[in-house]
């Protein structure tokens, strides 16, 4: 069943063009000249029941916008939006009951108060009924380990405890589907491992549908099954998350620093793709040569002050897949 | 239901007060404190004219306490709200309130309740009596139901004012200074009777920004003047239809605001 459908979707904010100095900012001020930026462009993708989409894609990609669409935020300047039957941005209050949201960045939590009171608030705003709210506390302090700081007024918890009342309070309507946007922002490992644990948890039980955008892969890596990639407003990926990872994750990185400026490096497996002074950045291909292997041949045959190895990093990997597309345009 | 979870709004907003207790107290003492300063000034200025274009210094007074007492039952409810909405939409806040399942003025307007109110209310509130019993105007049951009615409608006008002004932050962002010129400093005028002025201000607050319909028109049924310049005595009773009507347009433009609402970045 399919439970969000996005067709043609367009996004297009105006943006003021400003000019520099004093001069073009009194410019500006008298003769405002704008230009249309596609936030998204043409993004087409449907989401089935109980599917984990990691939406992602680097800073000002277009994901927040559309999330925003689909929550009902924003308007859309072209294409359809369906969301479990509904035009998100023409009813928000009935797509309401059928979503939970969570800001990373932004807590839904009032200040001075006991997370209790905030779920008690969110119970009469939901219209939920006593059985199910009380099932449903149950069940989230239960697997989120709120017992310590369900009473506790919200300024004395940590950032982990925040997230998890946060993520808590979105799904106490039992909505069918749940975005989260980074919802791991500023986390320490064990925080993370909870709410990714949680996450997958609240998937299984009620097949609760998730979209999730967030800069850290690992998040995607153990939470979704699917993955949807976006760049300048675009769709440049969707598919499932082992292929991307077949095609793309191959690509390691050595960053390393001769001693010798004129050093010569060659070798069939490792590119240099990149020479500043000493320093040198090599690509290679972990189904060719293991990075150990990389490493052990570059230290026995070069004097090297430094020598760093990187996965690639989701950001890497959209920017090549990007310059890729635009090859095959040329 | 919804009055339900408005009590339950408020609730929550007292509750937080008395977690930082001084803090109020303070706020309100200072607040008490800026009015009465305030009081004091017109008082001792109108009574060094003795009377301001047939106006007793009691009269302005009266005047004074009826704009007060209305601004502060209605900003109550709409202060907090409307007076940041440029805030909350640069945080991103209101972008939250936008995926509540209520109506996002009724969210805002339910959940920002401003108890700090209580002292602005409090002071006026006895201003106003003390003018009642000085300048002997009669109270019976039926001048107390005009005279609640009357405060109510000045109040919506209020009301409306704060509405009208907040809606540019939904396509400039920034609102505060228009917000400040508009409402705040506008209303300056109606500290005294507007037929101190000149023709064009006149028809300014009783037609265009109709501020004059908070104190100056009702004003005169409880005090029996008849200083209604160039314009029909009946107006001292069109308070209430005049805070129905503004806030009721006020509500629909801010409305349509909200279609055009473009968020921010991220």
Sequence with gaps: ?????????????????????????????????????????????????????????????????????????????????????????????????????????????????????????????????????????????????????????????????????????????????????????????????????????????????????????????????????????????????????????????????????????????????????????ILFDRKNITPGEAITFIARNFETTDLQYKEPEIEEIVRKIYEGKNEKQE | MIILLYLRFIKLRFQSITEYRGAFIAGVIAQLFYYAVFFSLIWIMISHFKTMNGWKPMEVMFLYALNLLSYSISACFVFLPFANLSQLIQSGEFDAICIKPMNPFLFLVTSNFNVAYIAHFSLSLAVMIFCIIQLKIAINCFTLFLLITFILGAGLIQAAGMLFTSIPAFWIIQNISLQAVFFFELKAFIQYPLSLYNRIIQIFFTFIIPYAFINFYPAQYFLKKNDFLMFHPSFQFLTPFVGLFLFFLAYRFWLSGLKNYQSTGS
Excluded at chain 1, 258 to 269: A, G, L
């Design chain 1, 1 to 281: 069943m399919e439970l969000i459908i996005v067709s043609n979707l367009h996004k297009i904010f105006k943006v003021l063009i400003r000019k520099k100095g004093l001069k073009g900012s009194l410019a500006s001020f008298f003769f405002r000249k704008y230009k249309k930026v596609e936030a998204v462009n043409n993004i087409s993708f449907s989401v089935n029941r109980g599917e984990l989409v990691g939406y992602i894609g680097p800073n000002g990609a277009g994901k927040s916008t559309t999330i925003k669409i689909l929550s009902g935020i924003l308007v859309p300047s072209g294409g359809n939006v369906y969301v479990n039957g509904i035009i998100p941005y023409e009813q928000r209050k009935k797509n309401a009951f059928n979503i939970g949201v969570v800001f990373g960045q932004r807590s839904q939590l009032y200040w001075d108060l006991p997370v209790e009171e905030t779920f008690d608030l969110y119970k009469r705003m939901f219209k939920i009924d006593n059985a199910k709210y009380k099932k449903n506390v149950e069940l989230f302090i239960d697997l989120l380990d709120m017992n310590d700081f369900f009473g506790t007024p919200v300024r004395q918890l940590s950032l982990g405890q925040k997230m998890k009342a946060n993520i808590a309070i979105a799904l106490l309507h039992e909505p069918a589907i749940l975005y989260l946007d980074e919802p791991t922002i500023g986390l320490d490992v064990v925080a993370k491992n909870n709410i990714r644990k949680f996450i997958k948890e609240i998937n299984k039980e009620r097949q609760t549908t998730i979209i999730l955008t967030t800069h850290d892969m690992h998040d995607i890596e153990q939470i979704c099954n699917r993955i949807i990639l976006i760049d300048k407003g675009q769709l440049l990926y969707d598919g499932k998350i082992e292929s991307f990872k077949n095609k793309y994750e191959g690509n390691c990185i050595l960053s390393v620093v001769f001693k010798q400026e004129d050093t010569v490096f060659t070798h069939p497996q490792l590119k240099v793709i990149k020479k500043e002074g000493n320093k040198n950045i």
